[in-house]
């Protein structure tokens, strides 16, 4: 059985998300249900009551002290779903055909997790580490959870997502598993896009994950001396923004933005600079104990 679990506080856009989801789960030669842990304390019971009886919602309280409540209902979500397969993905997700089907065939066959693409409305990658290959398949090193599947056992042996992270749960998630010796497979045509938001998100979202992402390397000392090769910007951006007094000197200085603004023309380089220079200081403010 298919579980596909969607975790949801005040979106609105989990209507559509509902609508696609449950089109692609009945297209599906098998048994599956979908989960939604929602945390808006009634505020979208409209969505609920159009998605009544397909979806099976959970309210979730969120717990005292906790603002940011991720990690806890995905494990929540594991714990309510039936099934031995479990799909993650957001609300405001919208899948592409086909979607649902090709993230799970894998696991049908000898795979214990999967990780589809996410794209932004306009089609563009977002968030994806070059992958590994392994003979004719690609692995992943981390992936984030919108678009993932994996099988019960697998969460099982890692004890779920740490719900002392606000953000970067899902990246410590993926490096458990791997250190379990689970491979993330990598399936490049089970696509989701997904709206980001508007710029002022997404430097707050950068932001914070540059917080969070000191929290991964002080919980996983041992990767620290991957570090340069594997989370160059981790290091890069910081050091840049450390420099940046050395302008009044060397007034060419943040001419060195051209380096990474080339290697990222395809993605959009305005957007890629700023999103990279928010995580770099969210490295800093959170070194600095801020």
């Not at 991720?70 to 957001?90: K, L």
């Not at 410590?172 to 490049?188: H, Q």
């Not at 997404?202 to 090769?229: C, E, I, N, P």
């Not at 959009?268 to 070194?287: I, K, M, P």
């Amino acid at each position: 059985m298919i579980s596909v679990v969607i975790i949801s506080k005040d979106e609105p856009s989990l209507d559509e998300t509902l609508t696609d989801v449950t089109r692609q789960l009945a297209s599906l030669n098998e048994p599956g249900e979908i989960v939604v842990i929602d945390a808006s304390s009634g505020r979208l019971d409209d969505i609920r009551k159009r998605h009544e009886p397909a979806v099976r919602w959970v309210d979730f309280q969120q717990p005292p002290g906790v603002r940011v409540s991720i990690p806890h209902q995905r494990n929540a979500g594991v714990r309510e779903a039936a099934g031995d397969i479990i799909v993650f993905t957001d609300a405001g997700c919208r899948p592409r055909p086909e979607w649902l089907e090709r993230l799970v065939a894998p696991l049908h066959a000898d795979e214990n997790i999967t990780a589809g693409v996410s794209q932004d409305l306009d089609g563009k990658v977002q968030y994806e580490l070059p992958p590994e290959p392994a003979g004719g398949t690609t692995y992943l090193r981390e992936s984030p959870t919108l678009n993932f599947a994996f099988r019960r056992a697998a969460f099982d042996a890692v004890g779920g997502f740490d719900q002392s992270f606000q953000y970067g749960s899902d990246v410590d998630f993926s490096w458990r598993l791997n250190d379990a010796g689970y491979r993330i497979r990598r399936v490049p045509d089970a696509i989701i896009q997904h709206d980001y938001g508007a710029s002022r998100r997404q430097r707050r979202r950068a932001y914070m994950y540059g917080k969070a992402r000191v929290r991964l390397y002080r919980k996983h000392r041992s990767r620290r001396g991957q570090m340069f090769r594997n989370d160059p910007i981790m290091i890069v951006y910081p050091l840049f923004l450390l420099g940046l007094p050395l302008t009044l000197v060397f007034p060419f200085y943040p001419l060195l933005l051209l380096i990474p603004a080339w290697r990222n023309r395809s993605q959009g380089v305005v957007r890629v600079l700023v999103d990279h220079l928010w995580f770099g200081a969210g490295v800093l403010a959170e070194l600095a104990g801020r």
